[in-house]
Antibody, heavy 115, light 108 residues
């Protein structure tokens, strides 16, 4: 069965960076793009961008351009999302999700930004 | 960017009742690429409907989607206790992918 397992919760100081991992299993990793979506506490869903897990090509939402980097390691079927210059309003649960249909989701990773 | 507006914000209903949720887009959604998700507290969203009207794998037939262009509807024919949650619509036909603000279906 398809599973996306994300890394654990993180606490970061303003200005720092965070890197969240998403390990895929149960399907051919390079056959599907991986998307990242975040959700601030009590708020809705916000799409951040995608990575082509085959070529490594990326496309980011304009809001995150220059601050987000999505990468992957095909040898271990894992996608990564790194967000830099963290601010308090980056506090959110970050999700990976398979393909633009977002048919399978990771369990989410809470990133807390606090001084 | 396509803006999705969901209504109502909150729907108060009892088990067994019918729920009708609306999602309106600021411009036509390409090829009907409109999806609906259910999210329970502390959980990731779960795909219910894609292509405006196709149920995802394992989704019971009390859930149905309809609509095209700019107006879409999710209908739950008879609410079960596990259906009380927040529902989001999402368009995936053009970049950036966008979500509606959500409709909370709560127990009356």
């Amino acid at each position: 069965q398809v599973q996306l397992v994300q890394s654990g919760a993180e606490v970061k100081k303003p200005g720092a960076s965070v890197k969240v991992s998403c390990e895929a299993s149960g399907y051919t990793f390079t056959g599907y793009y991986m998307h990242w979506v975040r959700q601030a506490p009590g708020q809705g869903l916000e799409w951040m961008g995608w990575i082509n897990t085959n070529s490594g090509g990326t496309h980011y939402a304009q809001k995150f351009q220059g601050r987000v980097t999505m990468t992957r390691d095909t040898s271990i079927s894992t996608a990564y999302m790194e967000l830099s210059s963290l601010r308090s309003d980056d506090t959110a649960v970050y999700y990976c999700a398979r393909q633009q249909l977002l048919d399978y989701w990771g369990q989410g990773t809470l990133v807390t930004v606090s001084s | 960017e396509i803006v999705l507006t969901q209504s109502p914000g909150t729907l108060s209903l009892s088990s067994g009742e019918r729920a009708t949720l609306s999602c309106r887009a600021s411009q036509s959604v390409s090829s009907g690429y409109l999806a609906w998700y259910l999210q329970k507290p502390g959980q990731a969203p779960r795909l219910l409907i894609h292509g405006a009207s196709s149920r995802a794998t394992g989704i019971p037939d009390r859930f149905s989607g309809s609509g095209s262009g700019t107006d879409f509807t999710l209908t739950i024919s008879r609410l079960e206790p596990e259906d009380f949650a927040v529902y989001y619509c999402q368009q995936y036909g053009s970049s950036p992918l966008t979500f509606g603000g959500g409709t909370k279906v709560e127990i009356k």
